[in-house]
């Protein structure tokens, strides 16, 4: 099982960024017999991270690193700084571009891993999990499936902020550099349920979503908005509530149950 941190330069953020890969390419006899993931290609698993995160808050804190042995799954986890994953304002902001697109295409060229949309899934928790999201809807040619964590979808409760205003996470001035003009959030690219309308309006299909969130987190109100907005426009959403809070553990009571779901295995790998 190979833990490499790679560091190399990101056009789309112009400059080096640090990314973290659990690779299993050389898992025990042990492991292996028996186990039926062994018996198909590695799959692809970009995790994101929260806000003031960094690339490391998976391996620390979760059990990706067990899952990617268990299932023979390549688990991918980049460095989003504060971005939400966006494409922000000037150059050297453009997150989006990075992870859903440069990312996707620098470790499927240089580690010859899941080259399938079907086989490169993508997933976070909180800021991560609105990525998730968020990057799913724009670059679906990359990503079969989408799992969302105690997300943070916070559109509608920012979407009205005026200058010198601020929420428990950050100011105006925050969100309008990550996001843009604020006034016109709702409709703008940075917006997911903008991009599953546009996307709908094509005729296009939406990639199935995963989402769990803990009844004591306090984005529960915004991830239960969220599913509802998911329902009505008929994507293909599986939704889970559970006693818990905005924690390790929680996210890693969902980890493998999000990762089956992903496999379509129904308890097989």
Same mark, same amino acid.
């Given at each position: =099982? ?8 990101? !056009?789309?953020? /112009? ?5 973290? $890969?659990?690779?299993?390419? !050389? ?62 304002? +000037? ?21 010859? $891993? ?12 909180? /800021?991560? +999990?609105?990525?998730?999201?968020? $990057?799913? =809807?724009?670059?679906? @040619? ?14 509608? !409760? ?5 200058? +010198? ?35 709908? @309006?094509?005729?296009?299909?939406? @990639?199935?979503?995963? /989402? ?23 994507? !293909? ?22 990762? $089956?779901? /992903?496999?379509?295995?129904?308890? @097989?790998?």
């Amino acid at each position: =099982m190979a833990n490499i941190e790679i560091t190399f330069h990101a !056009d789309s953020i /112009m400059r080096l960024t640090t990314f973290q $890969l659990f690779l299993p390419n !050389d898992v025990s006899a042990e492991i292996i017999d028996g186990n039926p993931a062994y018996k198909r290609k590695t799959k692809t698993l970009f995790l994101l991270h929260g806000y003031s995160g960094i690339y490391k808050d998976w391996a620390l804190g979760s059990l990706a690193h067990e899952m990617s042995l268990k299932y023979n799954l390549a688990v991918v986890m980049p460095s989003g700084d504060n971005s939400f994953y966006v494409d922000g304002k +000037g150059s050297g902001h453009a997150y989006a571009q990075y992870v859903g697109r440069e990312l996707v295409d620098y470790v499927r060229g240089t580690f010859g $891993l899941a080259k399938k949309t079907e086989d490169t899934f993508i997933g976070g928790f909180s /800021m991560g +999990g609105f990525g998730a999201i968020h $990057l799913g =809807m724009l670059f679906p @040619q990359n990503f079969g499936k989408i799992a969302a964590l105690s997300s943070a979808m916070i559109i509608e !409760d920012i979407a009205g902020l005026q200058p +010198g205003e601020e929420n428990a996470i950050a100011d105006y001035d925050y969100y309008t550099s990550v996001f843009g003009e604020l006034s016109a959030l709702k409709t703008s690219r940075n917006n997911p349920e903008h991009q599953i309308k546009l996307r709908i @309006q094509g005729q296009e299909r939406i @990639q199935p979503i995963f /989402m769990a969130c803990g009844t004591e987190d306090y984005l529960l109100p915004n991830n239960r908005r969220f599913h509802q907005f998911l329902v009505s426009e008929g994507v !293909d959403v599986t939704y889970r509530e559970s006693p818990g809070c905005h924690d390790w553990k929680f996210w890693n009571e969902y980890l493998e149950p999000a990762i $089956l779901w /992903m496999l379509n295995t129904c308890g @097989q790998p």
